[in-house]
């Protein structure tokens, strides 16, 4: 089944994730330190705690939180150009405009498949029309 980086459903992806690797529900409780009752409630919950996150990541070998980016890099809105003065902040600063191999993969799909057009990737997911045009030119099958 595909990923739906636009509704997440984490507990759903994890289970999926166990599955795939044929992972004893015993390890898991004594990785995570928790009951079998707790896993299958993380496994029917939308968000799970960011340092339970952390643990199903190593656990399961997985960057959970990266399909979290990928929705902040396809899905939120990009910064006005008013708001786009520095403000000082002790925080590390991320560009939002660096797109991994997996969401230029996925763009390319959409488009592929006729799911969305060109068009449309520009306007729904703000991507340049130079940029898109390069990444169709550059992964061509």
């Known amino acids: 089944m595909k990923i739906d980086i ?4 984490i507990g ?4 999926q994730r166990v599955t795939e690797l044929g992972i004893e529900v015993s390890r898991i409780c004594n990785f ?3 009951t079998e009752k707790e896993i299958e409630r993380m496994y029917q919950s939308e968000s799970i705690d960011a340092a339970i996150l952390l643990r199903w990541s190593k656990l399961l070998e997985y960057d959970f ?11 939120a809105p990009p ?3 008013a708001s786009s003065k520095k403000k000082s902040t002790a925080l590390p600063q991320f560009r939002k405009n ?10 390319l799909e959409l488009i592929q498949t006729q799911e969305k057009t060109k068009l449309q990737v520009i306007n729904e997911y703000g991507i340049p029309k130079t940029t898109l045009y390069k990444w169709i030119q550059k992964y061509k099958k």
């Not at 759903?12 to 289970?15: D, W």
């Not at 939180?65 to 902040?72: D, E, G, H, P, S």
Request: charged share 10%.
């Open 6 to 9: 636009k509704n997440i459903h």
């Open 12 to 15: 759903f992806i994890i289970h």
């Open 32 to 34: 995570l330190k928790c």
């Open 65 to 75: 939180f990266r399909l979290y980016t990928q929705y902040l890099i396809l899905y």
């Open 79 to 81: 910064m006005a150009a």
């Open 98 to 107: 660096i797109y991994t191999q997996e969401v230029i993969f996925f763009i």
